[in-house]
């Protein structure tokens, strides 16, 4: 094997490591939150010694944010997805954006794979937790406040999005519904209708047509 498919190969085991871990670091805040994540938790389930955590991300703190944003990329996919079974593959529109969000946004409630889980946890945890939580939770919401606010913005510039004054105040009040349904389904998941709020959330998004 020459040094660049040696150097390829290394490459491959670091990114399958990194998912792992990622993914292993997911379920366990998913089940206790990010201040009862210790690496050698991580280390037990993954079978990797502490030292390659450490190469991987540096730190917990590190670690942590990388998550933050491997969620974020994971969402990203499943929306574009959703997105294309919406339209068909073509160009969509505003309204098919923020009708994806929601698909996208029940789909993964009712199933709750545990990546999901984390991030809603993180949100939580968020409030009065790690601070390295609280920046990676901040940015992770301001990119996806303003994403939500551009698809507004451009529905109100070609019409067919009506009854919004304030872009920015509508998609901080739309995450935080959204952010308030998935925190509710965790701690009353029996209590929360999930197809009464779905139909509820996108009546109200149906009317800004």
């Given amino acids: 094997m020459d040094s660049s498919a040696e150097e390829h190969q290394v490459q491959r085991e670091q990114e399958i490591a990194r998912t792992r871990i990622l993914e292993t670091a997911a ?15 991580i280390c037990a389930r993954t079978g990797y010694p502490s030292g ?8 917990k703190e590190t670690l942590v944010q990388r998550l933050v944003e491997f969620a974020a990329e ?7 997805a959703a997105v294309a079974t919406r339209t068909g593959g073509l160009t969509p529109s505003p309204m098919d954006m923020l009708r994806a969000l929601l698909d996208i946004f029940f789909e993964l409630l009712t199933d709750m794979p545990p990546l999901n889980r984390a991030f809603v946890v993180l949100w939580t945890d968020a409030t009065v937790g790690d601070p390295a939580v ?27 999005i009506t009854g919004v004054r304030d872009p920015d105040a509508y998609a901080a009040a739309l995450v935080g519904q959204l952010r308030g349904i998935a925190v509710a389904s965790i701690i009353d998941p029996g209590g929360i209708d999930l197809r009464a709020v779905r139909a509820e959330m996108e009546y109200a998004v149906d009317r800004l047509a």
Avoid: N
């Avoid at 390659?52 to 730190?59: M, T």
């Avoid at 609280?134 to 070609?158: C, H, K, N, P, W």
């Fill in 27 to 41: 379920r366990l805040i998913g089940e206790a939150g990010f201040a009862r994540l210790k690496i050698g938790m």
């Fill in 52 to 59: 390659v955590v450490y190469q991987l991300f540096g730190s």
């Fill in 74 to 80: 994971k969402f990203a996919d499943v929306f574009s």
């Fill in 134 to 160: 609280r920046s990676a939770m901040t940015e992770a919401d301001r990119r996806y406040r303003f994403a939500i606010a551009q698809t507004v913005a451009a529905g109100l510039a070609d019409g067919s």
